[in-house]
C-alpha cells in the first residue's frame, strides 16, 4: 500500500477547512436569523394641542406604516388637550387602525390631559413614562355655554358614554375614566399603573411594546409574543407641512400674526406706494383668518381688534389730539385678552405676552402718526418757489448765459447780474423768468444742495 501523494494530503486538509468555514458560516447565520429583529414598529410624535394638523397627522403616518407593512404603530404622546372634533377623528383613526396601536405618554415630565386622555384610552396596548401624569378630561365649552346647564350637561354625557365605551372594549378601569371626565380627576404614571388605567410603566416606546409581547396578546385574532431582539421601532420623520401647521396653530403665533398683518395694512393706508408692508400685511392676515378659524376663537376679541385699527386710521385723517390712538390701544389691550377662550388645552393670552405687545404697537403706530403729520405740516412749494434755492452746475456757458444742471435736469439760464458763466461754475437759482433760471454765482463753492430742509 503506497502513501498518499503530497496532492492528496492538501486536498483532504483543503476540503476539511472549507467544511469547518461553511459550518461556522451556517451557525452563524443561523444566529444572526435568530436575534435580528422580524417584527416593527412605527413611531410618531404628536405633542401640543390636539388639533386638525394633529389628526391629520396621525391619519397620514398610519396610513404610511399599513402600506409599508409595519406590524405595530406607536404614538408618543405629550398633550394638555385640544379640540372635541379633532379628538373625535383621532379616536376613530386609532380604534379602526389594521395594525395595534401603542400609546405611550412620554417622556418624563408629560401629560396626557383632557383630549388626551382619550386618546390614551383608544390604544390597544398603553404606557405611561414614571412621572408623568394622566387626567382633567371634564369638556369646557368653547361655544360660551355654561356646562351646568342644559346644553352643558348634554356635551359631558357625551364626552361620558364615549369613555365608557372605549376603555369597557379595552378592558380597562371604565369608572376611573367616567371620574376623569365628570370630576376632573388626574392620576401618576404610577397611580394609573396600579389602578388598570394603563397597562405598564415603560421608560420608552420599545420598553411598553416588549412589555406586551412578554405577557401576549391578540389583535384581531392574531396572538403575538415577543422578546426585545424581535421587535424595532423607527421614527416617523415629520414632514415640513404639519410643522407648519402645528406653528401656525398655536394662539401666540395667530395672535401676532394678526397684529402683523393689521400693522403692515395700516402703514400701507399711511404710506400709499410702499407696497411691501401692505404685501406682507395681507399674507399674515390671511394665515391668521386660517388659524383663527380653528382655534377657540372670540368673535367680540376679534372686533376690537378691528375696531383699534379703524380708530388708528382715523387719527391720520382726523385731528384727535391722540384721542383716538388711545382709544385704539384700549381697544387692542381688551382684545388682546378677549381673543382666546379657555378650552380644551387652550388658555386665554396671559398679560406677559399682552401688555408688551401692545407697548411695541402703540410706539410703532405713534411713529407712523408722527411721520405722517410732520409731512402733511410741512408747507408745500411748487412752481417758481420750488425752484429758488437750488443750486447746480453751469454745463455749457455763453457769456452771461447758459445751460446748468439742477436736480438732474437742463435748464437755460442767464446770470444775475450779467456776469459771465463759466462751465463747470456752481450757481444758485434766485429766480425765474419764463422757462429760463435766474443764477447767482456761488463764490465760497460750496457743496452742491439739491434741495431744501
Keep these: 500500500m503506497s502513501a498518499p501523494s503530497c496532492h492528496q494530503v492538501w486536498f483532504r486538509h483543503g476540503s476539511a477547512c472549507l467544511l469547518g468555514l461553511l459550518i461556522l458560516f451556517l451557525a452563524g447565520t443561523a444566529g444572526h436569523s435568530q436575534s435580528s429583529p422580524n417584527l416593527r414598529a412605527l413611531s410618531v410624535r404628536l405633542e401640543g394641542a390636539i388639533t386638525p394638523a394633529q389628526a391629520d397627522l396621525l391619519a397620514e403616518s398610519l396610513q404610511k406604516a399599513r402600506e409599508q407593512n409595519f406590524d405595530f404603530f406607536v404614538i408618543e404622546l405629550d398633550t394638555p388637550g385640544g379640540l372635541g372634533a379633532s379628538m373625535r377623528d383621532m379616536v376613530k383613526t386609532i380604534l379602526n387602525a389594521p395594525l395595534p396601536v401603542c400609546i405611550w405618554v412620554g417622556p418624563r415630565g408629560a401629560r396626557a390631559a383632557s383630549a388626551g386622555v382619550f ?21 369646557v ?79 384581531e385574532d392574531r396572538s403575538y409574543a415577543f422578546s426585545q431582539q424581535q421587535i424595532a421601532v423607527t421614527p416617523y420623520t415629520l414632514p415640513l407641512r404639519y410643522r407648519f401647521l402645528s406653528w401656525l396653530l398655536h394662539p401666540q403665533i395667530a395672535y401676532f400674526l394678526l397684529l402683523g398683518g393689521i400693522a403692515g395694512l395700516f402703514f400701507e393706508l399711511s404710506h400709499p406706494g410702499a ?31 378691528l375696531l383699534a385699527f379703524v380708530l388708528f386710521l382715523l387719527e391720520l385723517a382726523i385731528t384727535s389730539f391722540g384721542l383716538l390712538t388711545v382709544g385704539g390701544l384700549i381697544c387692542l389691550l381688551l382684545g388682546s385678552t378677549l381673543l382666546f377662550r379657555s378650552g380644551f388645552g387652550f388658555a386665554p393670552l396671559g398679560l406677559d405676552v399682552v ?61 444775475e447780474m450779467g456776469h459771465a458763466l463759466h462751465e463747470g461754475q456752481k450757481v444758485e437759482v434766485v429766480g425765474v423768468k419764463g422757462l429760463d433760471l435766474v443764477v447767482r454765482p456761488l463764490t465760497d463753492q460750496s457743496p452742491l444742495e439739491v434741495s431744501h430742509g
Design 355 to 415: 401688555l408688551p405687545t401692545v407697548l411695541l404697537v402703540a410706539a410703532f403706530v405713534v411713529g407712523v402718526v408722527y411721520l405722517v403729520t410732520k409731512i402733511q405740516i410741512r408747507p408745500r412749494q411748487s412752481g417758481e418757489q420750488a425752484m429758488i434755492g437750488l443750486r447746480g452746475k453751469v454745463v455749457t456757458a455763453q457769456g452771461d448765459r447758459g445751460r446748468i444742471k439742477v436736480r438732474g435736469e437742463l435748464w437755460n439760464a442767464s446770470s
Design 275 to 305: 407696497v411691501f408692508p401692505g404685501v406682507f400685511g395681507a399674507i399674515c392676515l390671511l394665515l391668521a383668518m386660517y388659524a383663527l378659524a380653528i382655534l377657540p376663537t372670540n368673535i367680540a376679541g376679534v372686533l376690537l381688534l
Design 119 to 139: 386618546l390614551v384610552a383608544s390604544g390597544h396596548i398603553n404606557a405611561m413614562s414614571p412621572q408623568t401624569t394622566i387626567g382633567a378630561a371634564s369638556p
Design 141 to 219: 365649552s368653547l361655544g360660551g355655554q355654561d356646562m351646568n346647564s342644559t346644553m352643558g350637561q348634554k356635551i359631558k354625557n357625551d364626552f361620558l358614554s364615549l369613555i365608557r365605551g372605549i376603555a369597557t372594549s379595552r378592558g380597562r378601569n371604565a369608572e376611573w375614566y367616567e371620574k376623569a371626565v365628570d370630576e376632573a380627576a388626574t392620576l401618576t404614571a404610577q397611580e394609573a399603573a396600579a389602578q388598570d388605567v394603563v397597562d405598564y410603566l415603560a421608560d420608552s416606546p420599545i420598553e411598553a411594546l416588549v412589555k406586551a409581547g412578554a405577557e401576549g396578546f391578540t389583535f
